[in-house]
């Protein structure tokens, strides 16, 4: 018997989260994370995504979306089959990386949307990565809103190849 679909809705504000299989790490450096932030943001584009808030953690990353079209599972799909890729390749691994479906809640109130971006905001503080949110740079709190920093020349060339 096949998994239940998800249920989607338009314009519909999600917090994702998806984590590494057992205890193994989802980005093990800032190439990692880089390249996963690249992606996220060709699957922003790709999949009408609005952004509000991500992070990525040790083993596991969040986000807060809203959805234009009705894309959240093709998106998902796409986003961890194309990071696994990527990073089985680049570490000489093999297998699966992340650890079964994606969590997804939709989120109805605002009181709701409030706790997710704090929760999104507090997670690098609680798993002790920083001790500010400020602090984690591989997040749009700490990135300032932004989705990604800008590497050197070098790099940024080697992700473009990368996700070409």
């Avoid at 984590?19 to 980005?27: C, V």
């Avoid at 996963?36 to 060709?42: A, D, N, T, Y």
């Avoid at 699966?96 to 949307?113: C, D, F, I, K, Q």
């Avoid at 001790?131 to 990135?143: F, L, M």
Wanted: with cysteine; hydrophobic share 35%; net charge neutral.
């Amino acid at each position: 018997m096949g998994r239940e679909q998800r249920h989607e809705v338009l314009n519909g504000i999600y917090h994702l989260t998806q984590h590494a299989t057992g205890d193994e790490p989802l980005f093990l450096d800032p190439f990692d994370r880089f390249f996963f932030e690249g992606l996220l943001g060709r699957t922003l584009t790709r999949f009408r995504w609005e952004l509000h808030a991500y992070c990525q953690v040790g083993n596991h990353y969040h986000l807060l979306i809203v959805l234009r079209e009705l894309t959240l599972a093709l998106g998902m799909q796409s986003l961890n089959c194309r990071y696994v890729q990527g990073f089985n390749q680049r570490h000489g691994r093999r297998g699966t990386l992340v650890r079964g479906r994606y969590t997804s809640t939709l989120v109805e109130t605002e009181s709701h949307y409030l706790e997710c971006l704090t929760y999104i905001a507090m997670d690098p503080v609680g798993a002790g990565l920083c001790r500010r949110p400020e602090d984690w740079e591989w997040s749009s709190y700490g990135g300032r809103g932004t989705l990604a920093r800008k590497p050197d020349r070098f790099l940024r060339d080697f992700i473009d190849i990368c996700l070409a």
